[in-house]
């Protein structure tokens, strides 16, 4: 069936750095996307979302960025803190379905 | 700001035993979901309820699983007979009418023994 998965595993940055995830969706009819921040031993927390009809959203330090042409998906995080250190999600959803489809996520590390 | 709540935080069962995993949504919220993460894999979809009943599921969500609105407040899933492979973080998600961002709670981890 198509998912939704991720470039890399691991992505490690310095403080102050800008970090960018990055996600490749392959149902091309899925017009929601959202990305979650994971924490040890947390639920997924709601970073930003972003419709098909757009291309770019911005929230406070990230941005997503949404490629139809190619079906991918980045968050950009703007100078990266320790405390942004977690694992990332990216998730898709199609039309009037409900249900949510993630990727299998991103650790981010962030160095002193 | 109101949060999606989940009890235990930790359960441990044994094999062939019934579980109950309670949550209390958003207040206002209409849909609910159950989710689960297995260690170290990607968080899977399991059911979601509208209106007192559920409007889908999962191949996951088989006969062993059911979910019940009580009350005017809590969400619960519940598992009839565990197996071991049922060992997982057990996410409720919850989001408004018209509104498609689910907010989470922080996960009960079901270990079966």
């Known amino acids: 069936g198509e998912s939704v998965g991720l470039h890399l595993p691991t992505l490690s940055v310095q403080e102050g750095d800008n970090s960018i995830i990055n996600c490749a969706y392959s149902n091309s009819a899925s017009d929601y996307f959202i990305w979650y921040k994971q924490e040890s031993g947390k639920g997924p927390q709601f970073i930003i979302d972003i419709r098909s009809n757009m291309d770019k959203r911005q929230g406070q330090r990230v941005t997503v960025l949404l490629n139809k042409t190619v079906k991918h998906l980045s968050l950009q995080i703007a100078a990266t803190q320790p405390g942004d250190s977690a694992v990332y999600f990216c998730?898709?959803?199609?039309?009037?379905?409900?249900?949510?489809?993630f990727g299998s996520g991103t650790q981010l590390t962030v160095l002193p | 700001e109101p949060e999606v709540t989940q009890t235990p935080s930790h359960q441990v069962t044994q094999m062939g035993q019934e579980v109950i995993l309670r949550c209390v949504p958003i207040s206002n919220h209409l849909y609910f979901y159950w989710y689960r993460q297995i260690l170290g894999q990607k968080v899977e979809f399991l059911v979601s309820f509208y209106n007192n009943e559920i409007s889908e599921k999962s191949e996951i969500f088989d006969d062993q699983f059911s979910v019940e609105r009580p009350d005017g407040s809590n969400f619960t899933l519940k598992i009839r007979s565990t197996k071991l492979e049922d060992s997982a973080m057990y996410f409720c998600?919850?989001?408004?009418?018209?509104?498609?961002?689910?907010?989470f709670g922080p996960g009960t981890r079901l270990t079966v023994l």
């Open positions: 998600a919850s989001s408004g009418q018209g509104i498609d961002t689910q907010y």
């Open positions: 998730a898709e959803k199609t039309g009037s379905a409900r249900q949510l489809t």
